[in-house]
């Protein structure tokens, strides 16, 4: 999913209505599938540079970095962190969560 289904984001109202129906259906997952020890979670990135937002204007890169309390943009490897997370045995009594891996640019 993405922060944006959190947040919402003005300008791409479909966009944030396809993420936020994603953490409802994690969320509804989790409830259907727990009684076979199944967790579902997910997680919501924040900004991470890929070929696709490279086209995005410099000044709005610059001001979602203003907005990154970490001072920096996310990474896959930040991602895949998370992502491993959830897939552990140490996440095993975690289900319908979403983990904002984001910098701490939505804080909820």
């Given at each position: 999913t993405s922060v944006s289904g959190l947040a919402g984001q003005g300008g791409q109202s479909n966009y944030s209505a396809s993420k936020a129906g994603l953490i409802g259906l994690t969320k509804a997952l989790a409830k259907e599938l727990g009684g076979r020890n199944i967790t579902v979670n997910?997680?919501?990135?924040?900004?991470?540079?890929t070929e696709l937002t490279a086209s995005l204007p410099e000044e709005l890169r610059a001001k979602m970095l203003e907005l990154t309390p970490l001072g920096r943009f996310g990474t896959a490897?930040?991602?895949a962190n998370a992502v491993a997370f959830f897939a552990s045995d140490e996440a095993s009594y975690v289900t319908g969560q979403v983990l904002s891996v984001d910098g701490g640019m939505v804080m909820m």
């Open positions: 997910a997680v919501a990135p924040g900004f991470v540079p490897e930040d991602m």
